[in-house]
């Protein structure tokens, strides 16, 4: 008798079909075994947002008896796999369901694996992801981040790649075989097959140790006992003084959440060049989420907690190249710009050139049959 789950982790909206498909595929798979299985979202994710970290499950079992037994806890906080679809999540997840960051690893079983797609190299990614206590395994497919809209198809094997990688790394979930018969009677595309087979031949997955990983510890907040509570329901305005900010003469800071800070929503973000900024407001006028701080000098300083990656600022700014959004996955902290760029211009300049060279494109997928064994060098 035995129980398998596998949580996948995506961006609400941008890839909730692939999140769909995937744990579609697998319980789909899992029946071509004679096991039964269910896949389901979390309550607490929706209604989905743009860019918002959600998730969804699949669990497989041996027996309805045994699955009804394990489904009993709603949320399986003991994953065989994690199925993590944007690498820019590994740094944790701040969603609807829970309050503060959760560390991508945190429902992963004790020797259990994260599957990540990225093009980062393990020892780059093991460093963003925070340590666990426990030894797990780490394993990459090469891709970047599938993003679509709302009900949207994105046709790019992400979906079945990750399939086959996961018979690989969990063949007591499903095996290859399965997989194989699910997707071709599912799609009827023998490219799907042959990219799940690829995949499994592909996947490379290591060990990652108890104590490997950031030590960063992820915000948290203190949340009101039953005692605590208020009656009815209490939703509080943010106040409308600004923030001060120590060290900072002047300027603005508008006051913002304490508890919800959506930088995790964020797959990219901005870099600006104050070298060519004109201070024409456009940025801070249609940041939705009133991101820019004013400067003392009047520039304006895109706030890294509080960014979630839009790109509007990007479209609206007049100056070419001024603002440019650079892949999340190049940067270690939330430093204000700014103040990088008032201490250092020379070294600002040498930074910002080296960010915005690395800037692949992550939204786009793939275009062309054989695209992806060109990326990869196979
Ligand atoms: S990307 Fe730009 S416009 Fe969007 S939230 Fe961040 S700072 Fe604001
Ligand atoms: S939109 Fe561009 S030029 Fe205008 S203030 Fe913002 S960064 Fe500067």
């Known amino acids: 008798m035995s129980t398998g789950s596998v949580e996948v982790v995506y961006r609400g909206i941008f890839q909730k079909t692939l999140a769909k498909n995937i744990c ?29 970290p959600a998730k969804q499950f699949a669990v497989v079992s041996d027996t309805a008896e045994e699955l009804e037994e394990h489904l009993a806890r709603y949320e399986p906080d003991n994953n065989d796999v994690t199925i993590v679809v944007d690498d820019a999540l590994c740094k944790g997840v701040e969603s609807w369901a829970w309050y503060g960051l959760q560390p991508i690893n945190k429902l992963l079983g004790k020797g259990g694996t994260l599957l990540v797609t990225s093009y980062q190299s393990p020892n780059k990614l093991i460093k963003t992801i925070h340590r666990k206590g426990d030894p797990y395994n780490l394993a990459l497919i090469k891709a970047q981040a599938s ?26 979930i ?21 990219s799940a087979k690829k995949s499994y031949d592909l996947v490379e997955s290591g060990p990652v140790g108890a104590d490997q990983g950031s030590d960063e510890k992820p915000f948290s907040f203190d949340l009101p006992g039953w005692t605590k509570m208020e009656e009815g329901l209490v939703i509080r305005g943010m106040s409308a003084q600004p923030q001060d900010v120590p060290g900072r003469d002047g300027g603005y ?14 797959t990219m973000r901005p870099v600006i060049n104050f070298d060519t900024c004109t201070k024409c ?13 004013i400067t003392p000098d009047g520039f304006y300083d895109a706030n890294m907690e509080a960014c979630c990656g839009c790109g509007v600022c990007e479209a609206v700014c007049p100056v070419s190249d001024c603002v440019t959004m650079v892949n999340e996955e190049s940067f270690e902290d939330h430093d204000s710009q700014w103040e990088m760029w008032a201490k250092d ?17 992550r939204s786009h997928g793939f275009h062309h049959v054989g695209q992806y064994a060109e990326e990869i060098g196979k």
């Open 24 to 52: 579609r595929g697998i319980v789909l798979a899992a029946r071509k075994e004679g096991k039964i299985g269910t896949a389901f979202g979390r309550y607490g994710d929706s209604p989905e947002r743009n860019g918002i």
């Open 281 to 293: 407001t456009l940025c801070w006028l249609n940041c939705p989420d009133t991101c820019f701080d």
């Open 253 to 266: 800071v508008p006051t913002r959440s304490e508890t919800f800070k959506k930088f995790s929503t964020r």
């Open 345 to 361: 211009k020379e070294s600002y300049s040498a930074w910002l050139s080296e960010k915005i060279a690395d800037k692949p494109a």
């Open 147 to 172: 993003f679509s809209g709302l009900w949207v198809y994105k046709d790019d094997h992400t979906d079945v790649r990750l399939l086959g990688a996961l018979a690989k790394v969990a063949p007591h």
């Open 174 to 194: 499903v095996s290859l075989e399965s997989i194989v018969a699910a997707i071709a009677e599912q799609w009827k595309d023998d490219g799907k097959v042959a």
